[in-house]
């Protein structure tokens, strides 16, 4: 048994994707379904399915509200599998789609839904498979989850190298940082600004492809989905063993992101980003892989941020704008719940 | 557009496997997600990559209560998928399990239902290889959704025949009927019984396995899961271009099944199954079949209950114990919600 208290009991803070959920992740499910695969824990699951190797990965979706500027959940659920499985190396294929729905729910608004998943999936590439749906009687008439799960093919060719991260190689984003949580927050709270921040919401596997076709020599990638850059680094650093250094300086933030998070005391590094990809890439192909960036539709903000350094502290520290060094914690405390 | 009215909005009935869901599945999901893959509507998608058939399968387990004599949702929600595959002649390889939960569950249970999840796994010899947790304010303690999804391999020498549902083919069900619905229905409604009824929830991979690999001429299965045996006859006729007949005298129902459902005035043949398939089988294998499934400790009570006939009605039909023919209609209304 791992829980040490008889009471303990879920809180938000265990879906925020930061320290609680970890913590979660490993005592109860990596502990009861121990076997390799889950437990190299990354956005998607890597499978050797005769000589075939394949990624496969379910996210569920809870926001709310349903419907942003930018997107709304249908949106969401495809473009959040496409993104883990476009990050692992994969090329998106099949999605499925399990709905509960609330009773009550309008049937125009699922509609919409499922025209908007219809519309991310033609984007990406990928079709819509198989489904499930189940009604649940509902306080909330606008209770609406969807769990999407994906299946990719790894072309190991075109795959990711796997040579670890190493001291000097490059940290990119592709592009701004904290839309998709501030554009959230601002709706949910009906907070009024002269211009609403629009979610990033996308799918990222073309933009992808076009990097790793271009010959980068990318060592790892990753989606800072829910807890945000912060957390996705710290996760990379503890999983490649390595400590990462950010310059503030350079991290893009859009000027609306930054005057709501001043006012609103939230930090960008943790807010989530859901059209943004993380790239640890070879020093020597970091232009190269800019300039195919900044090229697409969705990376023209591309920047580098960062680089792996020579310790083993597994930690990721930020030189701040005046130049100081300050450790980055993972998320602790769930700044902003349901985000997606 | 194909929403009849704008104010119409989701019913339970929606969710219960019958005629309602069958709508909703085709006037949106359907008509928004069109492809040819989708639009097969088997219990798992049949997907071709590279060289390799692989079925992909999706499902939501909203099921109240969370705990009943036989199962949980744990094993409940493994199974559900595993038998989803296995009823495609897949042989199941890999689950994906998203978790909606409310906020104050209790760890310990959410442990005991990850233990029961690892259990059923280990015995249908599948990994539980990614997932994702996300946590949302619950009016209700006890909110726990699990959504599965799975991959299996289809090994076409092993696999279903590509051969045509044919009059005169058998059909068999591997047990009795109707434990799984009405065991939650007592137990939900508190009703005081001599015998409590155990769910029949079960991983069938092994026992297919066994009936496929023991020579006999499968033409297609099913899982007769919501809506129970006349549903998902009811969709095979539909889906293959025949008609069906069944006898009621060949029906297992166990006794304690067969009170309930008379008392409380359910058909048992409208009730979940979560441990039962339904083959259709070249009529010169049932025996041998009927033989295999007995064999098996999932199987000791099968029965040969019906056959395929010459009609192409799409239809189904049950010889009732008198010898009178009825038409057994697809499940319209939901007798009992948040049954799986």
């Given at each position: 048994?791992?829980?040490d208290?008889?009471?303990?009991?879920?809180?938000?803070?265990h879906g925020a994707?930061?320290?609680?959920?970890?913590?979660?992740?490993?005592d109860i499910?990596?502990n009861?379904f121990?076997?390799?695969?889950?437990?190299?824990?990354g956005?998607?699951a890597?499978l050797d399915?005769?000589a075939h190797?394949?990624?496969?990965?379910?996210?569920?979706?809870?926001?709310?509200?349903?419907?942003?500027?930018?997107?709304?959940?249908?949106?969401l659920?495809?473009?959040?599998?496409?993104?883990?499985?476009?990050?692992?190396?994969?090329?998106?294929?099949?999605?499925?789609?399990?709905f509960?729905?609330?009773e009550?729910f309008?049937?125009r608004?699922?509609?919409?839904?499922a025209?908007s998943?219809?519309?991310?999936?033609?984007?990406?590439?990928?079709?819509?498979?198989?489904?499930?749906?189940?009604?649940?009687?509902?306080?909330?008439?606008d209770?609406?989850?969807?769990?999407?799960?994906g299946?990719?093919r790894?072309?190991?060719?075109?795959?990711?190298?796997?040579?670890?991260?190493?001291?000097?190689?490059?940290?990119?984003?592709s592009?701004?940082?904290g839309?998709?949580?501030?554009?959230?927050f601002?709706?949910?709270?009906?907070i009024?600004?002269?211009?609403?921040?629009?979610?990033d919401?996308a799918?990222?596997?073309g933009m992808?492809?076009?990097?790793?076709?271009?010959?980068?020599?990318?060592?790892c990638?990753r989606d800072?989905?829910?807890?945000?850059v912060?957390?996705?680094?710290?996760?990379?650093?503890?999983?490649?063993?390595v400590?990462?250094l950010?310059?503030?300086?350079?991290?893009?933030?859009?000027?609306?992101?930054?005057?709501?998070?001043?006012i609103?005391?939230?930090?960008?590094?943790?807010?989530a980003?859901?059209?943004k990809?993380?790239?640890?890439?070879?020093?020597?192909?970091?232009?190269?892989?800019?300039?195919?960036?900044?090229?697409?539709?969705?990376g023209?903000?591309a920047?580098v941020?960062?680089?792996?350094?020579?310790?083993?502290?597994h930690?990721?520290?930020?030189e701040?704008f005046?130049g100081a060094?300050?450790?980055?914690?993972?998320?602790?405390?769930?700044?902003?719940?349901r985000?997606?």
């Open positions: 048994m791992t829980i208290n008889e009471e303990e009991v879920i809180t938000l803070g994707g930061g320290v609680l959920t970890g913590k979660l992740v490993r499910f990596l009861q121990n076997n390799q695969v889950l437990s190299r824990l956005d998607a890597l399915i005769d190797r394949m990624a496969f990965t379910t996210d569920s979706f809870v926001i709310s509200p349903l419907f942003f500027k930018g997107g709304d959940i249908g949106r659920s495809v473009c959040g599998t496409v993104n883990d499985l476009a990050v692992m190396g994969a090329e998106p294929l099949f999605i499925a789609a399990g509960i729905i609330g009550g309008s049937l608004k699922l509609e919409a839904i025209q998943m219809r519309a991310a999936a033609d984007e990406a590439g990928v079709a819509i498979v198989t489904g499930d749906t189940k009604v649940v009687r509902s306080q909330d008439i209770e609406l989850f969807i769990t999407t799960s299946i990719g790894l072309d190991t060719a075109k795959g990711l190298s796997a040579r670890p991260v190493t001291p000097g190689d490059t940290i990119i984003i592009g701004t940082v839309e998709h949580g501030m554009s959230i601002i709706e949910r709270e009906a009024a600004l002269a211009h609403a921040i629009t979610s919401v799918p990222l596997n992808i492809r076009a990097v790793l076709e271009g010959g980068c020599e990318v060592r990638m800072p989905t829910r807890g945000g912060a957390t996705a680094l710290n996760e990379l650093a503890e999983e490649k063993g400590d990462l950010i310059r503030q300086e350079h991290i893009p933030v859009s000027e609306e992101v930054a005057a709501c998070c001043e609103l005391g939230f930090d960008p590094l943790y807010i980003n859901e059209g990809a993380l790239f640890v890439i070879d020093p020597e192909d970091a232009q190269k892989a800019i300039a195919i960036l900044r090229k697409h539709p969705y023209k903000e920047q941020i960062g680089s792996v350094l020579e310790g083993k502290g930690k990721v520290f930020l701040t005046s060094h300050r450790q980055l914690e993972e998320l602790t405390e769930d700044q902003l719940p985000i997606c």
